[in-house]
């Protein structure tokens, strides 16, 4: 089982303001940079095999200037800078069907200081935890439809026989079926290349990418009769906080600053202590590129 970062930079890098995900949606590129750094040398120490499938730009900063040790770097996401940066989640779907082993790929705002373990590690598919928040799927249903997108067939199918969405968060999602993985990008791709002229600069990415990424991940594996496997279990969402850092000293050792968690100041201060408290050469190299 190998480890899977993706960085497509187009986004992050973006002249515009509004752009969901400028600075990975964190306060200051400072904490955006510190938290590559936490998440790929947490999880160095933890798996032989960390690779980064990254864009030109994001080999340069990832790399080049913060030199972190990933075993294997590919960069191939230049290809995708037609697309608009709203489709800021297209460079993980690229990213995972690249991959020609078991992997689980993690976003950069996730940090472990424990092996995920077999279960997750043997499963055909594997994902963070079941959505509990089904308002923000009607939302973010409700929002394409209401911009005239085209919703595919296997969603309508899916969410009449179950009335609920029953989402994968993919901070965390892999696993062994690699043809599935291959099968679900084509069709994420299908769907976002079918409504690519709805896409302007007041599209809410987030809205679109909830849906061509967790939602038909889900529906895709339910309609194959794949079942997911969960790091975070129903039962232990209720007293586990994703992004609180204290879940570092207890048995899930795990943390993801998930949505807004990354624009609170509590949250990027935490996360440059660890760095620094374990890490204080990456922190001292990210700090300088800042000094001015």
């Known amino acids: 089982m190998k480890i899977v970062h993706s960085f497509w930079s187009k986004p992050t890098l973006g002249s515009f303001l509004d752009i969901e995900k400028n600075d990975g949606g964190f306060r200051h590129a400072k904490y955006h940079w510190m938290s590559w ?14 690779e980064l499938v990254t864009d030109e730009k994001g080999k340069h900063i990832l790399i080049d200037k913060l030199k972190l040790p990933y075993t294997k770097v590919h960069v191939e996401l230049d290809g995708l800078n037609h697309y608009p940066e709203q489709l800021w989640a297209i460079g993980k779907l690229y990213a995972y069907r690249l991959q020609d082993k078991p992997f689980l790929h993690v976003d950069g705002d996730v940090y472990c200081w424990n092996r995920f373990g077999r279960e997750l590690e043997m499963a055909d598919l594997a994902g963070q935890n079941i959505e509990t928040d089904e308002n923000y799927y009607h939302q973010s249903m409700q929002y394409l439809k209401d ?40 069709r994420a791709f299908y769907f976002i290349d079918q409504n690519l002229d709805k896409v302007n600069k007041g599209t809410i990415g987030t809205y679109f990418a909830i849906i061509y990424e967790q939602y038909l991940f889900s529906v895709m594996a339910r309609k194959k009769g794949i079942k997911i496997k969960h790091f975070i279990k129903k039962n232990e969402q209720e007293i586990m906080r994703p992004a609180d850092f204290m879940n570092r000293f207890f048995s899930k050792k795990f943390v993801h600053l998930i949505a807004q968690a990354k624009s609170v100041m509590e949250c990027c201060r935490e996360l440059e202590l660890h760095l620094l408290c374990d890490y204080p050469e990456w922190h001292g190299r990210i700090s300088s590129m800042f000094n001015d």
């Open 37 to 50: 750094a936490l998440s790929c040398l947490t999880f160095k120490e933890l798996y032989e095999e960390i």
């Open 147 to 186: 911009n005239d997108f085209q919703i595919l067939d296997e969603f309508k199918a899916d969410f009449s026989l179950r009335k609920e969405f029953g989402a994968t968060n993919a901070g965390i999602i892999g696993g062994n079926n690699l043809d599935f993985f291959k099968e679900y990008v084509d």
